[in-house]
DNA sequence: ACCTGAACACCGTTCAAGT
DNA sequence: ACCTGAACACCGTTCAAGT
């Protein structure tokens, strides 16, 4: 898959060895998975000894923050593009297809981002603020649907609830916690769950009411 | 932790080496998470040979697939003694409550029963029916809160969008990816995010309907 | 400043041998 | 039938030394 593994590169020094254990990171980290990500393997691939890695970062999680920051910003950028121009009654539908989409393309860096795999107690501040943006484009757009101003609590709420849901449904779909019929599309799915909570709050409604 | 982790046992048989790796997988795992537990730190906790386990499990997999199983016959358990006794108007939040509470008190297992670790592929007939009654006690609170039959499209849509929304909080709790202020409880969560989502309905069918 | 080499303390897993 | 012992091919991480 990579270039070089076992030949030995002509000159001592890399030069741009943090970027390239970077790119081979990401690469490898769909191949393998997030916690079979070695960094042993990571340098062979490059043609460098083990331990150089520890020149460009701390540690194996230091690395593993760096992908995950990454990959909050690419969804936050994709979320901003691609939902800008839904019309508000295709606004959550279009916006959790977007989201689910980003997942399919990039399952394990996804589950990197979400998963146990980053210490939460020694999380860079990087990746902090990178969250941080991806979560303020689903505040955005529930602020744009809702036409409420994006810190009022109605707002938060829902952007909470909304995360929830497709974060939810997006985990439960790649972790194949649910057998989903391989006919039905991803788009599908969405309608589905979305009509789903319709009825739910219909019946709710409904039970309160009559007491 | 464990009794006698160095001294020698006395008998060269233990017995029920199978139930001993389990129970004590199970306190090891809550300690230092799925992806760190080892099957060599697991038999020497106990005081057998690194390779003793292979006689009970045909791998690491295995064992985690049991413990996973036995995450999710605990949870349907509780989800069917706890929730039945619910008030109609009560049920969802009632229902979600129970279900955080699970995996509050199991974080690393629940991590485990969603999370990447179980390889999809090879999985267990017996985690995998587990996962499945689990989720059936979902639809059977859905199929009481609509009065409609538990094969009905309805509830199955319902019991998905309900099942996406709790496991994306409990995910987004439990990974600290949501920075909750320490005073706000469990419960008010899930008030606020149920919330959310009816200040997005009702948004979303007035845009419908202004068209 | 950047990378190597040797070393340490771990892993999962196999297989032949012991009780 | 159940467990050990030795071995193999891996890990992450450290530290002194080379370029």
Known sequence: MRSSPTRPRRNYHVGNLSEQLLATARSMLEEVGSSKLSLRALCSALGVTPTAAYHH???RAELLA???TE???ELAEV???????????KKIHGFCLIYLNFARDNPALYQLMFGPEL???TMPEQLHTARQLAFSKLEIMVADLLKRPID?????NAALASWSYIHGLTALL???VLQRP????????????LAGFEVLFKAHAASTESI
Chains 1, 2 share one sequence.
């Open 79 to 89: 979320l901003s593009q691609n939902s800008a121009a839904l019309p508000t009654q």
């Open 71 to 73: 990959g909050y910003l």
């Open 119 to 121: 210490a939460a107690d």
């Open 174 to 176: 790649l972790h194949e």
């Open 57 to 59: 970062f701390t540690n």
């Open 152 to 156: 009022s609590i109605d707002v938060r």
């Open 66 to 68: 760096q992908l995950a």
């Open 182 to 193: 391989s006919e039905v599309s991803d788009q599908r799915i969405i309608e589905r769950t």
